[in-house]
Every structure is written in C-alpha cells, then in structure tokens.
C-alpha cells in the first residue's frame, strides 16, 4: 500500500496554484474541470509520478472553521521535506513568503512553518 493523494484545502485554487507552483516550486499535474472547481493536483518535481497533493477547494461549510482553527492554533496543515531548512527559508522568504516560525532545531529535525496565503499553514522538515 502506498500514498497515492494528499490534500490540502485553499480558498482559491488559482491562487493556490500559482503559489505552490511559482513559490514553492510544486509542477502541475492534473488540472480536470468539475463545474465551478477542479481537480487541481500538483507534484514534486523530484517524483513526478510520486504523491500528488490535491488543492482541494474549501467549499464544504465544515472545512472553514477547522482550517481556521488550525491556523489559529499554529498547527500546519501538512509537511514538506526539504534537503536544507535554513536555505530554503531563505529563498522563500526573498520570494516575499511569510513565516510563522523560523527555522528551529528539534532534535532530529530542523522545521520551519510559513503561510501558503491560501488558508493553511505548512511545514518544511529536514531529517538529519
């Protein structure tokens, strides 16, 4: 058994695309209309037939206060393996992305947490 999907859900799946495309570096790979959303999956360009991460849309009524509530607290909604924490802070931050934390040592994790401007919180790792 294998992951196949994740998601995360975002407000505008446009605005969802761009960034995890254009910022974080994410390639598209399925984009099917569904009347007023789509399914809108993306990919690490590393395992381009590896797990896709579905921009779900945020249209059930349940799904806005438990994002919210997320966000609130500062729990990110999903996580990210990078190679180098502090590097990557760095490029995403020059890009204008913000964080919630900073790069942070955590034994045997380096973890860093930024806002995806679409509603969620994520979490890039680095495993020592």
């Known amino acids: 058994m294998r992951i196949n999907l994740s998601s995360v859900f975002v407000d505008d799946q446009e605005k969802a695309l761009r960034f995890y495309t254009d910022v974080l570096g994410f390639e598209k790979k399925a984009d099917v209309p569904l009347g007023?959303?789509?399914w809108l999956t993306v990919v690490s360009p590393e395992a381009p037939d590896g797990t896709q991460l579905v921009l779900e849309?945020?249209?059930?009524?349940?799904?806005?206060?438990?994002?919210?509530?997320?966000?609130?607290?500062?729990?990110?909604a999903t996580s990210f393996a990078v190679d180098d924490v502090?590097?990557?802070?760095?490029?995403?931050?020059?890009l204008g992305?913000?964080?919630t934390q900073e790069p942070t040592d955590m034994?045997?994790?380096?973890?860093?947490?930024?806002?995806?401007?679409?509603?969620?919180l994520i979490q890039i790792a680095q495993y020592r």
């Open 36 to 38: 007023e959303h789509r």
């Open 57 to 76: 849309p945020d249209a059930h009524p349940a799904v806005k206060p438990y994002v919210a509530a997320l966000a609130e607290d500062g729990i990110p």
């Open 86 to 94: 502090r590097a990557e802070y760095a490029r995403l931050r020059a």
């Open 97 to 99: 992305v913000t964080f």
């Open 107 to 120: 034994g045997p994790v380096v973890t860093a947490v930024l806002d995806d401007t679409c509603g969620n």
